[in-house]
C-alpha cells in the first residue's frame, strides 16, 4: 500500500496527473469549491483568538496539502476577512513528499513569506500555539491486515505475494520475517509477530464474547501510522486545536458482522473497488480510521475530546455562524450554495466524513 500510494517513481499520489476531481479518481471536500477552506478559516479565526498571545505567533498546521489548494483557500480567507489577524498567522505544511512541496509552491506562490514546510511531524519543528489539521490524510496512510480463524479461535495476517505476474492474498506464517531486500526502507512497523508485538491483539484484548461472535474469515485493518501521527502531533500541541476529518469509524462501528470484508478498497475514476491489488499506482487506497484509537491515543497525551461528529454537522454549525456576519444564505451566490448542499448532503460528503476535534487549553510552562 505504501509503494502503491506513495513511491516516487510510480505511487499514485506522487504522479503529475490530476487524480483528484471530475476528471481524476474520486472527489473531495476541496474540490469540490473554495466554500470548504472558507467556513475552515471562518472557524479557525475564532480558534486563534483562544491562543492569542502578545509574545507567541499563531500557526495553523496542515498535514498532507497535496497540491497545496486547501491551504491556498485558508490563507486567501484570513487576507481579505480577517486583515488584524492575517500578518501575524504562520501557515506550516508538513509534507515529506518533495514533488507534492514543490506543487504546493506553485499553487501558494502568493503567500511564499506566509509558508513553511518541514517533512516530518509538527515534534520535529516546533511547538505549536494554534491549530494542526489533516483533511483526508489518515485513511490512506498503510495499514496491516488482519484476518480471524474461527476454528483456531486466532488471528493471522493477510500478506501479498506475487504468482504468475499478478498480485494475491496469502496468509503470513507466524514465524516468517520481511527480509526482503530493500523492505526496512518502506516498512516502518514491526513485522508480524516479531518479538511478540501483535497489534490485533491489543486492539481487541481478550474480549472472549466479541471474539465468538466473530465470522470465520473476519477481516480487519490496523493503522499503526495514524495513531503514531496523532500521538506525535498531540504532543507538538502546546495549546490549541487537534483535528481530523476522514473516512472512520469507532471500534464498535468497525466489528460490525457487516463489514466481514474490513474497509481497504480502492477507487478508480470515481469508481469503488474491492480489488485493491489491481493496477498498483493507477487506483487510490483507503481504509477507515478507528477514530476510537485516535481519541484514546490523543487523551493520553493531555488533549480533550471536544467534538465528535459528521462533516454535516460540523460545517453547518459554521455555516450558521457566518450567515449571521455575511446577512443569511440569501447573500451566497448559488455556487456556493451547490458546493454547501455537496458538502453536507448525506449522499455526497456529508455523512461520508467525520471530524475529530481534542484540544489543550493552557500553554505549558
Given at each position: 500500500m505504501?509503494?502503491?500510494?506513495?513511491?516516487?517513481?510510480?505511487?499514485f499520489?506522487e504522479?503529475?496527473?490530476?487524480?483528484?476531481?471530475?476528471?481524476?479518481?474520486?472527489y473531495?471536500?476541496v474540490?469540490?469549491?473554495?466554500?470548504f477552506?472558507?467556513?475552515?478559516?471562518?472557524?479557525?479565526?475564532?480558534?486563534l483568538?483562544e491562543?492569542?498571545s502578545?509574545?507567541?505567533?499563531?500557526?495553523?498546521?496542515e498535514?498532507?496539502?497535496h497540491?497545496?489548494?486547501?491551504?491556498r483557500d485558508?490563507?486567501t480567507?484570513?487576507?481579505?476577512?480577517?486583515?488584524?489577524v492575517?500578518?501575524?498567522?504562520?501557515?506550516?505544511?508538513i509534507?515529506?513528499?518533495a514533488?507534492?512541496q514543490?506543487?504546493?509552491n506553485?499553487?501558494?506562490?502568493?503567500?511564499?513569506?506566509?509558508?513553511?514546510?518541514?517533512?516530518?511531524?509538527?515534534?520535529?519543528?516546533?511547538?505549536?500555539?494554534?491549530?494542526?489539521?489533516?483533511?483526508?490524510?489518515?485513511?490512506?496512510?498503510?495499514?496491516?491486515?488482519?484476518?480471524w480463524?474461527?476454528?483456531?479461535?486466532?488471528w493471522?495476517?493477510?500478506?501479498?505475494?506475487l504468482?504468475?505476474?499478478?498480485?494475491?492474498?496469502t496468509r503470513?506464517d507466524?514465524?516468517r520475517?520481511?527480509?526482503?531486500a530493500?523492505?526496512?526502507?518502506?516498512?516502518?512497523t514491526?513485522?508480524?509477530?516479531?518479538g511478540?508485538?501483535?497489534?490485533?491483539?491489543?486492539?481487541?484484548?481478550?474480549?472472549?464474547?466479541?471474539?465468538?461472535?466473530?465470522p470465520?474469515?473476519?477481516?480487519?485493518?490496523?493503522c499503526?501510522?495514524?495513531?503514531?501521527?496523532?500521538?506525535?502531533?498531540a504532543?507538538?500541541?502546546?495549546?490549541g486545536?487537534?483535528m481530523?476529518i476522514?473516512?472512520?469509524?469507532?471500534?464498535?462501528?468497525?466489528?460490525s458482522?457487516?463489514?466481514?470484508d474490513?474497509?481497504?478498497?480502492?477507487?478508480?475514476?470515481?469508481?469503488p473497488?474491492?480489488?485493491v491489488?489491481?493496477?498498483?499506482?493507477?487506483?487510490?487506497?483507503?481504509?477507515?480510521?478507528?477514530?476510537?484509537?485516535?481519541?484514546a491515543?490523543?487523551?493520553?497525551?493531555?488533549?480533550?475530546?471536544?467534538k465528535?461528529e459528521?462533516?454535516?454537522?460540523?460545517?453547518?454549525?459554521?455555516?450558521?455562524?457566518?450567515?449571521?456576519?455575511?446577512?443569511?444564505?440569501?447573500?451566497?451566490?448559488?455556487?456556493?450554495?451547490r458546493?454547501?448542499?455537496?458538502?453536507?448532503?448525506?449522499e455526497?460528503?456529508?455523512?461520508?466524513?467525520?471530524?475529530?476535534?481534542?484540544?489543550?487549553?493552557?500553554?505549558?510552562?
Amino acid at each position: 500500500m505504501r509503494l502503491a500510494l506513495y513511491c516516487p517513481d510510480y505511487g499514485f499520489y506522487e504522479k503529475e496527473k490530476d487524480t483528484i476531481g471530475r476528471n481524476g479518481d474520486f472527489y473531495t471536500s476541496v474540490s469540490v469549491g473554495n466554500l470548504f477552506g472558507e467556513l475552515l478559516a471562518f472557524q479557525f479565526a475564532d480558534w486563534l483568538l483562544e491562543c492569542k498571545s502578545e509574545t507567541r505567533p499563531v500557526q495553523i498546521v496542515e498535514a498532507g496539502a497535496h497540491r497545496g489548494d486547501l491551504a491556498r483557500d485558508i490563507l486567501t480567507w484570513f487576507r481579505d476577512h480577517r486583515p488584524e489577524v492575517f500578518p501575524h498567522l504562520q501557515y506550516v505544511i508538513i509534507e515529506p513528499s518533495a514533488v507534492r512541496q514543490k506543487w504546493q509552491n506553485v499553487t501558494l506562490a502568493e503567500f511564499a513569506q506566509k509558508v513553511s514546510w518541514f517533512s516530518r511531524n509538527t515534534q520535529h519543528a516546533t511547538r505549536i500555539n494554534g491549530i494542526i489539521f489533516a483533511n483526508e490524510l489518515l485513511d490512506a496512510m498503510p495499514v496491516r491486515r488482519f484476518g480471524w480463524d474461527a476454528e483456531k479461535r486466532a488471528w493471522f495476517e493477510w500478506g501479498v505475494r506475487l504468482e504468475n505476474g499478478q498480485f494475491g492474498w496469502t496468509r503470513l506464517d507466524g514465524s516468517r520475517r520481511r527480509e526482503e531486500a530493500g523492505t526496512a526502507d518502506i516498512c516502518e512497523t514491526p513485522p508480524p509477530h516479531v518479538g511478540g508485538y501483535s497489534p490485533i491483539s491489543e486492539s481487541f484484548g481478550t474480549n472472549e464474547k466479541l471474539l465468538s461472535l466473530l465470522p470465520d474469515g473476519f477481516t480487519f485493518e490496523f493503522c499503526h501510522e495514524a495513531e503514531i501521527w496523532w500521538e506525535e502531533a498531540a504532543r507538538g500541541l502546546e495549546r490549541g486545536k487537534l483535528m481530523t476529518i476522514d473516512y472512520g469509524l469507532t471500534m464498535d462501528e468497525l466489528v460490525s458482522p457487516e463489514r466481514k470484508d474490513g474497509t481497504l478498497r480502492g477507487y478508480y475514476r470515481h469508481h469503488p473497488t474491492s480489488d485493491v491489488l489491481a493496477n498498483p499506482g493507477d487506483q487510490d487506497l483507503t481504509a477507515h480510521v478507528n477514530f476510537s484509537a485516535l481519541i484514546a491515543a490523543g487523551e493520553a497525551n493531555g488533549l480533550k475530546t471536544q467534538k465528535f461528529e459528521t462533516q454535516a454537522q460540523f460545517l453547518s454549525k459554521i455555516a450558521a455562524q457566518a450567515w449571521k456576519d455575511e446577512g443569511g444564505p440569501e447573500q451566497w451566490s448559488s455556487s456556493r450554495a451547490r458546493q454547501f448542499q455537496t458538502l453536507i448532503h448525506p449522499e455526497h460528503l456529508g455523512r461520508s466524513f467525520r471530524v475529530l476535534l481534542q484540544s489543550r487549553d493552557t500553554l505549558n510552562s
